[in-house]
């Protein structure tokens, strides 16, 4: 059994409906139980449990959400000492604004959650061009869904956002299993 | 007077039209200079001449072009161990495909770009969002040419593109001649 | 009279140490007013008070603290929508471990600081190479302090750390007497 | 079989020396055969042979060698319509100078090498703390060898540096094993 642990924060329910899906997709994966967690609400245990773990967080100006930052910096720091999340599975995504049209901020968003796995000594894995939805939702570190369009108006989740973060999240738990248990990168 | 360098790398022509648009709004700001270069005429003499630079580069692989890099290692970087371009202006832009709709590596590729100057010591100029033409064409850290939509046919370059460009060159120009000559960052 | 806000968070102490030292040099500068304050106390007032910003953070897990995120993404946020930050003064410090002997993920964490000034549209100060302590206590994006040796064990703050944190004040008052209230940057 | 590329541009010749600490790493896993290439010899066929792709780059100007881009831009980015290395295992390595003591940039210049893997949509490794030699020669990222100490005279390679290159070869290797041929990231 491979184990996925998926954490976001959320602003307006966009980051919570792509980890919905994320998680969804993970689970569809034969053999893999799926965690779904609000950063507030994760524990040591359950990163610790886990195989792979994938984090997202809403851009906020520029930048990760403090609130998952805050999980990251109070909870999984602890497991950075002793080296205990090493060798597991890290992936990432993102939901932004849709202003100025180039993804306001996602890719440095997206690389301190990949930086806070790598500090962790985690196999990363990011998002392939031809993953089934990638092409309107997509940077090559994960997944990035709009919340709003370039004049800041709310809109919905299209059902390719949703595509993207399902196959996301199965690739993901198929690394993982491959991986998992195996101590590759231990000394 | 002030005097201005744009120079840029472009593959399908959209980097540079961007690049002229830049030039021509700096050209607006009275008592301003402008010189236009190509990455692969650009000189020493261009740099040291110039009060403020400003440097353009399709994303190219999530990162800055080849060719622009080329300029920076083996021009500019003679210049940063004598210290010559600290205290002058710098700014950046960008052209990528809209591939993922998300910038497609837009935000690395500028920050390449930014690395430089501040390397080189230079005051940065970002891309406020009040800017006229942000909204659809910008990151925070400079200008985003859209070059292709999202299965990477090529589009045009929409006039809000040209818009915000000008606005970008009139901000670095008169920035810079608020700061020419100051010394403001030596010892 | 030119007013420069210095804000941090600190774990350790270190931290606040190099902050203090920002703002004596930027004291030192003519006509300048200097307020520090600890990320957790710092207002929305202090923010829009000042000519120039300078914001530092320890790097933790390879990016910023939660807790100056959380100043930036529930005070200063709000500054973003009306534009009120637009053509002020930014720059930003860091301190990290030791560990690895390569900053210690101090480059992402200056620049997700930087992302959020250049995302108020601010004028971003770097650290020139020439600038006094740079080549022990620096990265071209600023300041680094470093509060452990590469086993963890803690260090003092050197002289030559606060030299360099002391002239990064300087020329940041500097600049922001040479551009406070020319809405340089505003169309 | 699993093969491993480590390809590398070189300017004093250290990035070599770690370019070859890493190849022999790799070599010493069972059954790996292991490619080692100047970037400017590196051809579209060592890429599309590897399971696993190492570059390593020196820090200029704060970002990647403009050698290694070329590599990237004029030979691997055909390989990226494609979609030809997806699912491969890709990893990467630093030299800077010791000028400040915190890297010189080498954060951004990993991070444009890994953005290519990204975009190839490449199982990315990073380098873990507890990897041998981690705690003078690294970032998480990758190892990161010093090529000069902080006045930019040039130091040896010391062992420790070879070491950690050594581990990460060999972590590489052995996650390349776990994953070659099994498509886990292809819809």
Redesign the interface.
């Known amino acids: 059994m491979t184990t996925v642990l998926v954490s976001f924060s959320t602003t307006f329910g966009t980051t919570e409906k792509i980890a919905r899906a994320i998680a969804e997709g993970a689970g569809m994966v034969e053999d893999t139980s799926v965690s779904l967690r609000p950063a507030a609400d994760t524990t040591a245990e359950d990163c610790l449990g886990a195989d792979a773990l994938i984090f997202g967080s809403p851009v906020?100006?520029?930048?990760?959400?403090?609130?998952m930052?805050?999980l990251?910096?109070?909870v999984?720091?602890w497991q950075?000492g002793p080296?205990q999340l090493?060798?597991k599975v890290g992936a990432v995504f993102a939901s932004?604004s849709g202003?100025?049209?180039?993804?306001?901020?996602?890719?440095?968003t997206m690389?301190?959650l990949m930086?806070?796995?790598?500090?962790?000594?985690?196999?990363?894995?990011?998002?392939?061009?031809?993953?089934?939805g990638?092409?309107?939702?997509?940077?090559?570190?994960g997944p990035?869904a709009?919340t709003g369009e370039?004049?800041g108006r709310p809109v919905g989740v299209p059902d390719d956002q949703l595509l993207v973060a399902r196959?996301h999240g199965m690739?993901v738990a198929?690394?993982a299993a491959?991986?998992a248990g195996?101590r590759?990168?231990?000394?």
Chains 1, 2, 3, 4 share one sequence.
């Open positions: 906020h100006m520029g930048s990760v959400d403090w609130q930052k805050k990251i910096d109070t999984c720091a950075w080296n090493v060798g932004s202003i100025g049209n180039a993804g306001s901020g996602a890719e440095l690389l301190a930086a806070h796995f790598a500090e962790q000594g985690m196999i990363l894995v990011p998002l392939p061009k031809n993953t089934p990638y092409l309107t939702n997509g940077l090559h570190w990035t709009i370039e004049e196959h690739n198929r690394v491959a991986v195996k590759l990168l231990n000394p």
